[in-house]
């Protein structure tokens, strides 16, 4: 805002009758100021001239002061010690009876335009001081027998605005609508009773605004649409009583806005849709009282947001819709209270999110649609309640996702939905209460999914639909039952677990699957040719694939799903083979053919004995082999008939004496001529011996089943 100042000579100032709401004392001149918008707009107001010696005289006297409808320049409390020859510290008791619509400008805008000679006495040139302060106001005692001090509308021009260590009584102090310009305002070390303070509609310049170390008592404190410029805005170890501060639609520049150990009462503390620029926002080691804190629809600008250590008391905390730029956020060690912490939808940039050390109570945590950019998001070592904690339909950008040794009460969490982009995602050491921890239909990026030495609860854990790349449970802990159908990763890794009740792999669409080292006290759901465990279940050594198989096979003859249980007993027989293979080949490389021989007989014949139908196969194959063998002339001789010149028996008759030797029945009509055929003979006794036996054992096996 632009203004000029032009004295009228000769002109009085009276005020119509009637014409204001507010007392308005008539003046012996007037000075007309021309205001001029960003928007070129021009507006010209009278105001009565009041030289600030006559203010002086007032103030020594104790007399009511008005100035409501004034314009003055210069006015300086420490001009009026230096004359009076008070020491600066002194309170002086003003009796302020309005300072509505006031005009408070510098001595140098006004000399500017009508000379030195103009201005009474030259007292500025007699006590140094300086040109620049529009009013000075420090170490002033306005308590005005605890009515209203009124500076509502009041312009304040470019100068320094001076209330620093100044005391308001406990009547509401009003500078709603006040404008004021480029100066530092200073309100450090004011100290306010328990009357509204209120700088509704506020405009200040690009000067400093500074409340720091201002106390502020139980009454509303309304900065409700202020507008602030691109000076820093500093509220440092301010402290307000137990009514409402709101800052609600305040708009504010570039500059720093600074809370820093503020403290703040029991009222609620309100940022509603308020609009930050790109300066840091910092809260840090700030204590709110049990009000609610209110920062949704709040829009940050890409400087640093800081509410490390802060302190909130047991109202709700909502950050709800808020959206922040690409500046740190930072609310590491922070300590919420019972209430409900609400960042749903809420939106943050590219700058690191962090809640390292942060601390939870036992109200509900809702970062539901929240969208995170690329920066790290960071929940190390934080501590959640009891109540549920919300991220489904969250967004993670490409960045690192920690929620390293973080703890979780027995609310249920939700990560239901969410989506995660290509940084790694840590959950090791995480400990979760006994609710419900829901990962269903979570999009995890191309980053490790890591679930390192984590404890759930006895809660169900869902992570069905989920997608991923590699998703890793290791050293586990699971009380509950564990949902991990129809999910789809390359890998997924359950390694050294625990499963105490049941887990379902149901439905699951992975190339990779591990189960090394995973101890299984309950029930494991997944079918053996519908979920391609074979081609899928993988390890580093053939030991370990073993024990995986073995206990799958348990695990299916547990839950009745014997055919399964069949096919997992054979892939642990086979990679048994193959285990011990591989070390014969490091050492006893002449026990190999006696391996291969145990591999033909246990595995290709019957898959050890689990089979049959293979058995029986193998049965008449051997069968008919040894039944070939029967016409070879001279090989068989027949009671009553000449063998010498090579006896061959006839189809009906080679078929008999196989079988009879198979089954070994023997009836001794037929014998075999030859060393030979005594030898296949004896041979094809033993073959079906041991076949049968082998059919009767996987015949009963299946029948008994």
């Given at each position: 805002?632009?203004?000029?100042?032009?004295?009228?000579?000769?002109?009085?100032?009276?005020?119509?009758?009637?014409?204001?709401?507010?007392?308005?004392?008539?003046?012996?001149?007037?000075?007309?100021?021309?205001?001029?918008?960003?928007?070129?707009?021009?507006?010209?107001?009278?105001?009565?001239?009041?030289?600030?010696?006559?203010?002086?005289?007032?103030?020594?006297?104790?007399?009511?002061?008005?100035?409501?409808?004034?314009?003055?320049?210069?006015?300086?409390?420490?001009?009026?010690?230096?004359?009076?020859?008070?020491?600066?510290?002194?309170?002086?008791?003003?009796?302020?009876?309005?300072?509505?619509?006031?005009?408070?400008?510098?001595?140098?805008?006004?000399?500017?335009?009508?000379?030195?000679?103009?201005?009474?006495?030259?007292?500025?040139?007699?006590?140094?001081?300086?040109?620049?302060?529009?009013?000075?106001?420090?170490?002033?005692?306005?308590?005005?027998?605890?009515?209203?001090?009124?500076?509502?509308?009041?312009?304040?021009?470019?100068?320094?605005?001076?209330?620093?260590?100044?005391?308001?009584g406990d009547g509401n102090v009003d500078f709603s609508d006040a404008q004021f310009g480029d100066g530092g305002v200073n309100f450090s070390n004011a100290q306010f009773g328990d009357g509204e303070v209120n700088f509704y509609n506020a405009q200040f310049g690009d000067g400093g605004v500074n409340f720091s170390d201002a106390q502020?008592?139980?009454?509303?404190?309304?900065?409700?649409?202020?507008?602030?410029?691109?000076?820093?805005?500093?509220?440092?170890?301010?402290?307000?009583?137990?009514?409402?501060?709101?800052?609600?639609?305040?708009?504010?520049?570039?500059?720093?806005?600074?809370?820093?150990?503020?403290?703040?009462?029991?009222?609620?503390?309100?940022f509603y849709n308020a609009q930050l620029g790109d300066g840091e926002v910092n809260f840090s080691n700030a204590q709110f009282g049990d009000g609610e804190v209110d920062f949704s629809n709040a829009q940050f600008g890409d400087g640093e947001v800081n509410f490390y250590n802060a302190q909130f008391g047991d109202g709700e905390v909502?950050?709800?819709?808020?959206?922040?730029?690409?500046?740190?956020?930072?609310?590491?060690?922070?300590?919420?209270?019972?209430?409900?912490?609400?960042?749903?939808?809420?939106?943050?940039?590219?700058?690191?999110?962090?809640?390292?050390?942060?601390?939870?109570?036992?109200?509900?945590?809702?970062?539901?649609?929240?969208?995170?950019?690329?920066?790290?998001?960071?929940?190390?070592?934080?501590?959640?309640?009891?109540?549920?904690?919300?991220?489904?339909?969250?967004?993670?950008?490409?960045g690192n996702v920690y929620f390293f040794i973080a703890q979780f009460g027995d609310g249920n969490v939700y990560f239901s939905d969410a989506q995660f982009g290509d940084g790694e995602v840590n959950f090791s050491n995480a400990q979760f209460g006994d609710g419900k921890v829901v990962f269903t239909r979570t999009q995890f990026g191309?980053?490790?999914?890591?679930?390192?030495?984590?404890?759930?609860?006895?809660?169900?854990?869902?992570?069905?639909?989920?997608?991923?790349?590699?998703?890793?449970?290791?050293?586990?802990?699971?009380?509950?039952?564990?949902?991990?159908?129809?999910?789809?990763?390359?890998?997924?890794?359950?390694?050294?677990?625990?499963?105490?009740?049941?887990?379902?792999?149901?439905?699951?669409?992975?190339?990779?699957?591990?189960?090394?080292?995973?101890?299984?006290?309950?029930?494991?759901?997944?079918?053996?040719?519908?979920?391609?465990?074979?081609?899928?279940?993988?390890?580093?050594?053939?030991?370990?694939?073993?024990?995986?198989?073995?206990?799958?096979?348990?695990?299916?003859?547990?839950?009745?799903?014997?055919?399964?249980?069949?096919?997992?007993?054979?892939?642990?027989?086979?990679?048994?083979?193959?285990?011990?293979?591989?070390?014969?080949?490091?050492?006893?490389?002449?026990?190999?053919?006696?391996?291969?021989?145990?591999?033909?007989?246990?595995?290709?014949?019957?898959?050890?004995?689990?089979?049959?139908?293979?058995?029986?196969?193998?049965?008449?194959?051997?069968?008919?082999?040894?039944?070939?063998?029967?016409?070879?002339?001279?090989?068989?001789?027949?009671?009553?008939?000449?063998?010498?010149?090579?006896?061959?028996?006839?189809?009906?008759?080679?078929?008999?004496?196989?079988?009879?030797?198979?089954?070994?029945?023997?009836?001794?009509?037929?014998?075999?001529?030859?060393?030979?055929?005594?030898?296949?003979?004896?041979?094809?006794?033993?073959?079906?011996?041991?076949?049968?036996?082998?059919?009767?054992?996987?015949?009963?096996?299946?029948?008994?089943?």
């Amino acid at each position: 805002m632009k203004y000029e100042v032009q004295l009228l000579k000769g002109v009085t100032f009276e005020v119509e009758s009637g014409k204001y709401s507010y007392k308005v004392l008539p003046r012996e001149s007037t000075v007309l100021v021309k205001t001029i918008d960003d928007r070129g707009r021009a507006t010209e107001t009278k105001y009565g001239f009041v030289d600030r010696e006559e203010i002086y005289s007032l103030i020594e006297t104790q007399q009511k002061i008005n100035l409501n409808q004034c314009y003055m320049a210069g006015f300086s409390i420490k001009e009026y010690k230096a004359k009076m020859n008070l020491i600066n510290e002194l309170k002086v008791l003003i009796d302020l009876d309005g300072g509505i619509d006031t005009f408070f400008d510098t001595v140098y805008s006004f000399e500017r335009a009508h000379g030195r000679e103009l201005f009474s006495k030259k007292l500025i040139s007699n006590y140094n001081e300086d040109e620049s302060i529009t009013a000075d106001f420090s170490y002033v005692c306005l308590e005005n027998d605890n009515s209203e001090v009124n500076f509502s509308n009041a312009q304040f021009g470019d100068g320094e605005v001076n209330f620093s260590n100044a005391q308001f009584g406990d009547g509401n102090v009003d500078f709603s609508d006040a404008q004021f310009g480029d100066g530092g305002v200073n309100f450090s070390n004011a100290q306010f009773g328990d009357g509204e303070v209120n700088f509704y509609n506020a405009q200040f310049g690009d000067g400093g605004v500074n409340f720091s170390d201002a106390q502020l008592g139980d009454g509303e404190v309304n900065f409700y649409n202020a507008q602030f410029g691109d000076g820093n805005v500093d509220f440092s170890d301010a402290q307000f009583g137990d009514g409402g501060v709101n800052f609600s639609n305040a708009q504010f520049g570039d500059g720093e806005v600074n809370f820093s150990n503020a403290q703040f009462g029991d009222g609620g503390v309100n940022f509603y849709n308020a609009q930050l620029g790109d300066g840091e926002v910092n809260f840090s080691n700030a204590q709110f009282g049990d009000g609610e804190v209110d920062f949704s629809n709040a829009q940050f600008g890409d400087g640093e947001v800081n509410f490390y250590n802060a302190q909130f008391g047991d109202g709700e905390v909502n950050f709800s819709n808020a959206q922040i730029g690409d500046g740190e956020v930072d609310f590491s060690n922070a300590q919420f209270g019972g209430g409900e912490v609400n960042f749903s939808n809420a939106q943050f940039g590219d700058g690191k999110v962090n809640f390292l050390e942060a601390q939870f109570g036992d109200g509900k945590v809702n970062f539901s649609n929240a969208q995170f950019g690329d920066g790290e998001v960071d929940f190390s070592n934080a501590q959640f309640g009891d109540g549920n904690v919300n991220f489904s339909d969250a967004q993670f950008g490409d960045g690192n996702v920690y929620f390293f040794i973080a703890q979780f009460g027995d609310g249920n969490v939700y990560f239901s939905d969410a989506q995660f982009g290509d940084g790694e995602v840590n959950f090791s050491n995480a400990q979760f209460g006994d609710g419900k921890v829901v990962f269903t239909r979570t999009q995890f990026g191309d980053g490790e999914v890591d679930f390192h030495h984590v404890r759930f609860g006895e809660g169900d854990v869902g992570f069905t639909r989920i997608l991923g790349e590699t998703v890793i449970f290791n050293d586990c802990c699971f009380r509950g039952h564990v949902n991990l159908e129809n999910a789809k990763c390359k890998n997924l890794i359950i390694k050294n677990c625990l499963i105490e009740k049941t887990l379902s792999l149901k439905g699951m669409e992975v190339l990779t699957l591990s189960l090394q080292d995973t101890k299984n006290l309950g029930q494991i759901f997944v079918k053996w040719k519908e979920d391609k465990i074979e081609e899928r279940l993988k390890s580093d050594t053939s030991q370990n694939l073993t024990d995986q198989f073995v206990m799958l096979k348990e695990n299916f003859h547990t839950i009745g799903r014997y055919e399964d249980e069949d096919m997992a007993y054979v892939k642990y027989k086979r990679c048994e083979w193959k285990s011990k293979y591989d070390e014969l080949c490091n050492g006893k490389v002449y026990w190999i053919p006696m391996h291969y021989i145990k591999k033909l007989a246990f595995d290709t014949i019957s898959e050890y004995a689990t089979n049959y139908k293979r058995v029986a196969f193998c049965m008449i194959i051997l069968w008919a082999v040894f039944t070939i063998f029967c016409f070879i002339p001279g090989q068989l001789c027949k009671s009553g008939v000449d063998y010498s010149v090579g006896y061959i028996p006839e189809i009906r008759e080679g078929i008999s004496y196989s079988i009879a030797t198979f089954l070994t029945i023997g009836y001794g009509n037929i014998t075999p001529s030859t060393s030979f055929a005594v030898f296949l003979s004896g041979l094809e006794g033993f073959s079906g011996v041991f076949l049968i036996a082998y059919f009767t054992v996987a015949f009963a096996r299946k029948a008994l089943r």
